[in-house]
Nanobody
Framework: QVQLVESGGGLVQAGGSLRLACAAS????????TGWFRQAPGKEREFVSV????????HYADSIKGRFTISRDNPKNTVYLEMNSLKPEDTAVYYC???????????????????WGQGTQVAVSS
C-alpha cells in the first residue's frame, strides 16, 4: 500500500504559477509511475501528466503542454507538478495517482492507477 498526499494548491491570478507536490508514504514511490489528474465541478476527471518510475519518460495532456512540468525526486519520495501561465480553465481539484504497472496506451485512464491522493484545490482567477 502507498499513501499519497498532495499539497501546494491555492488561489492564484491568471498568468501566475503554483507548484504541487505529491508525497508518498508506506512504500517507495520510485516503484510507481505517478500521474496528475484534475477534476473541475460538473466535469469528469481528466488526465494532466504522468512520469515514469525512473523519471525518464513524461507525458502531458495537450491542454497544458508547454505550461506544466512534471518531475520527481525519488530520494524524497515526492512527485511535483510545476504549473506556469495558469488560466481560469485550470481551476480544479488536482489529484496525484500511482500505478505499479501501466499500459502506455492507457496512461490517461484513471482506471490504470492503483492509488490516489485526496486532492488539492487550485483556483485561478481572471
Amino acid at each position: 500500500q502507498v499513501q499519497l498526499v498532495e499539497s501546494g494548491g491555492g488561489l492564484v491570478q491568471a498568468g501566475g504559477s503554483l507548484r504541487l507536490a505529491c508525497a508518498a508514504s508506506g512504500r517507495t514511490l520510485s516503484d510507481y509511475a505517478t500521474g496528475w489528474f484534475r477534476q473541475a465541478p460538473g466535469k469528469e476527471r481528466e488526465f494532466v501528466s504522468v512520469i515514469s518510475s525512473s523519471g525518464g519518460s513524461t507525458h502531458y495532456a495537450d491542454s497544458i503542454k508547454g505550461r506544466f512540468t512534471i518531475s520527481r525526486d525519488n530520494p524524497k519520495n515526492t512527485v511535483y507538478l510545476e504549473m506556469n501561465s495558469l488560466k481560469p480553465e485550470d481551476t480544479a481539484v488536482y489529484y496525484c495517482a500511482a500505478a505499479l504497472s501501466i499500459n502506455p496506451w492507457k496512461l490517461a485512464r484513471p482506471s490504470e492507477y492503483d492509488y490516489w491522493g485526496q486532492g488539492t484545490q487550485v483556483a485561478v482567477s481572471s
